[in-house]
């Protein structure tokens, strides 16, 4: 009986060509804009630790003076970072900051370029589960007292060394020689939850320098400083010793039980801090976030997102009011049709059941012409306001969520048009003919 409604409901919609595709244009007009900000949100919302979120935790320390920040910062200073490596209670842990060097090969045929680099531990890469397609990271001697090891992605190592395997191979950076040990797969975190104070949705770095090469190669930092003091730094030392915030700090904690010796161990490293003069906040604490936290606490998805949401939802529910209007003058058109076919014995159930199979048919095409819009509206924006790549995708859930919505939201407003032509009076119309 579906396929005989369907087949009446094609039908129906090429006899009224203009007036059908008026129609699927209203809805998927609304269909388009509503999964436009619905990818967006999506998009921007995904926990892209999966089920590491709960086992990763970024580190906070409160360790302001009394008059200025009332928050605990996002980043920590490089002699808390230090301090924080010797504890021996995570699985895991890395301090990281963003950077950027010019990279240069042996190939004279090869420009140099100016990279974003991230100096990590060598943690790093297996508590962040980046994969690799060669080779690996670097060993703990190298976090411990420093080398000239890189990690590099795959993109760079087609573009520089001309793709392949290169592991144990030079890479110029700031014109010092550095060994490949890794080259990463594509790998690209979105939103970008290890460094969400630097741009949560740019793409991730290309290369990764160890940790301890930053007192020797005094690399600058590309990311957010900050301090709440005036300190005279005159010199990278100066910048090392600084109470300046500029290191992201993350630890691994496996279980519950060690999440609290952790907690623990940072209460006694405060309390050691202020017994050197730092700290000297009452309030002094050190903070641990897992990755869900993380995120919701530095707002990585904007209020403006859902409130965007939520205009599209009515304008599509504007869409629908409009539809619903169309729908109802299509149908009652139709009446003295419906008169004769209601006269030799179709009931009132069938008669509604045809109406609202016609209307899904039409609210299954504004689905498909509204993941066109959508997709033409993500380029649009990508292109025209530089919205990030990792956005202005279009996810692979909408193509089943976009048309589930029109065929919903269309058999919602299809339901009392299809109510009025089945309630009617066959007799009138029977008369009248």
Not at 224 to 248: F, G, T
Not at 347 to 355: E, T, Y
Not at 421 to 431: A, D, F, G, Q
Request: net charge neutral; with cysteine.
């Amino acid at each position: 009986m579906f396929f005989y409604y369907l087949d009446l409901a094609w039908r129906s919609i090429k006899k009224t060509p203009f007036l059908s595709l008026l129609m699927v244009l209203a809805i998927s007009i609304g269909i388009g804009i509503t999964i436009t900000t619905l990818n967006i949100y999506k998009m921007a919302s995904i926990n892209p630790a999966g089920e590491r979120s709960s086992t990763l935790f970024a580190v906070q320390l409160m360790s302001q003076d009394v008059d200025t920040w009332q928050r605990i910062n996002e980043q920590i200073t490089y002699q808390d970072a230090t301090n924080l490596l010797k504890s021996e209670v995570p699985v895991r842990q890395t301090a990281m900051f963003r950077t950027g060097l010019a990279v240069q090969t042996e190939d004279e045929n090869f420009s140099p370029i100016l990279e974003g680099v991230r100096v990590v531990e060598g943690d790093f890469f297996s508590m962040f589960a980046v994969p690799f397609l060669h080779g690996g990271t670097w060993s703990k001697q190298v976090d411990q007292e420093g080398g000239y090891k890189v990690v590099i992605s795959e993109e760079l190592n087609n573009k520089a060394l001309g793709g392949g395997n290169n592991i144990g191979k030079t890479l110029m950076l700031n014109r010092k020689p550095y060994q490949v040990v890794g080259i990463t797969k594509t790998w690209n975190p979105s939103p970008k939850y290890y460094d969400v104070n630097n741009g949560a949705f740019n793409d991730s770095e290309q290369i990764f320098v160890p940790f301890s090469l930053a007192p020797i190669e005094e690399f600058e930092s590309w990311g957010n400083n900050n301090s709440w003091r005036h300190e005279d730094i005159r010199n990278y030392n100066d910048r090392l010793n600084s109470e300046m915030h500029w290191i992201q700090y993350w630890a691994e904690l496996g279980s519950p039980a060690m999440q609290q010796e952790y907690k623990e161990w940072l209460v006694r490293y405060v309390e050691q801090q202020k017994a050197l003069g730092r700290f000297k906040r009452p309030d002094a604490k050190g903070e641990i976030s897992d990755v869900a936290t993380w995120l919701t606490t530095n707002n990585v998805v904007p209020e403006d997102n859902k409130v965007l949401v939520g205009l599209s939802v009515l304008f599509l529910i504007v869409c629908l009011v409009n539809m619903l209007g169309l729908l109802l003058a299509k149908f009652l058109k139709r009446a003295p049709e419906v008169g004769v076919r209601r006269a030799i014995g179709a009931s009132r159930l069938q008669i509604f059941a045809q109406h609202l199979v016609e209307v899904g048919l039409i609210g299954f095409c504004g689905g498909v012409f509204g993941l066109l819009w959508a997709w033409l509206a993500l380029y649009f924006l990508a292109s025209r306001f530089e919205l990030e790549a990792s956005l202005s995708q279009l996810d692979q859930s909408m193509w089943f969520i976009a048309p589930v919505i029109a065929v919903s939201a269309a058999i919602i407003a299809g339901i009392y048009p299809a109510w009025r032509i089945c309630s009617t009076n066959p007799s009138v119309y029977l008369k009248s003919q």
